[in-house]
């Protein structure tokens, strides 16, 4: 009992999450992307470009069936994220993790029928003005050995006890009973596993895309056409269903006074979701994205009797006339305040 009690007061959270940089998990069972997924979290970003929608849209951009979303990628690797975290974030609270940045790259689109593969890894960590933050990096491919997306997402995690066991157990008795029992079954499935497997070598393809911008009729400071997206509590909850989201943050405005909030708040990823659809309706052809990354610098809260006003504008930052792209620079702002951090940008190929 001694012995356990002077291991427990040694322990340094701190000191084993940074010895597990570098650890990663690659998951053994697919995701299958089906089309009406594809439409129904298009739907939830407010994205209507027909490719998303269209088969035959999709086909004629050489696509062989409806494309997914530049977010799509989020819902999948949320369940790997976590069951990383759950087996190397020891001493800290999973239910407190704040989202600040997430960069996406993009090797080729994802394609309904598709069968997604994640290896998710923790590729750094460091203690920041009194938080925890990790990186988490996701390498995603299909079921034909060829690289998707990689992903990195930065998180502030807190440590266990640092929030009132009322407030968990309030948000326990919130969310929806079984929520988080896929990530309890890969748990219980392979507790002993070494997470330190080697993922195949991927192939990497040249996607070829069709986005309707020329690059010679581009010219930087260019001005993308503004667009404004209104989001209300309905769209919250939905996309918490959608995406598989839990936190009652986004949706439960009694659980947001809890915790010290005046309103329930809109989710990162669907204002970047947002984004991703401003800008694939300038491009054309969203497989002709390379790139997008946002740092969430202000939450946007959403009251219950008005819809919350986004609007979104971009500007040609850059052009490279090696590779024909352009880097799209862009400001969303919810009530004239920023959303995103001057890091919110977009490489695109242009035609």
Known sequence: MSENVAVTETFDPAEHVRAMVGRHYRTDDYYEVGREKVREYSRAVQDFNPVHWEGDAAKALGYGG??????????????????????IAVGFDLSQMLQTDQVLEFHQ???????????????????????????????VSNQRNE??????????????????????????NLVMQGATTLAARA????????????????????????????????????????????????DLVNYAGVAGDANPIHWSEEFAKLIDLDNVLAHGMLTMGLGGGYITEWLGDPGAVKDYTVRFTAPIPVDS???????????????DAESRTAVVALNATFEGKRIFGHRATATVQLA
């Open 109 to 139: 689109p994802i394609v309904a029928g598709d069968h997604l593969y994640c290896d998710v890894s923790l590729d750094s960590y460091k203690e920041v003005m009194g938080k925890d933050m990790m990186v988490t990096k996701n390498i």
């Open 187 to 234: 748990n219980a499935s392979d507790e002993d596993e070494d997470e330190q497997v080697e993922h195949p070598q991927l192939v990497v393809l040249d996607n070829l895309s069709s986005a309707t911008v020329k690059f010679d009729d581009a010219s930087v400071g260019d001005v993308l056409p503004s667009r404004t997206f209104r989001v209300t509590r309905g």
């Open 305 to 319: 009797h008005k819809a919350a006003e986004i609007q979104f504008d971009g500007k040609i930052k850059s052009l």
């Open 66 to 87: 409806v494309i997914a979303p530049l977010t799509f990628m989020s819902l999948v690797g949320t369940l790997a994220q976590r069951r990383l975290l759950q087996k």
């Open 147 to 172: 690289l998707v997306q990689t992903t990195y997402t930065t998180l502030l995690i807190g440590r266990d006890g640092d929030v009132d066991k009322g407030i968990v157990d309030a948000a326990e």
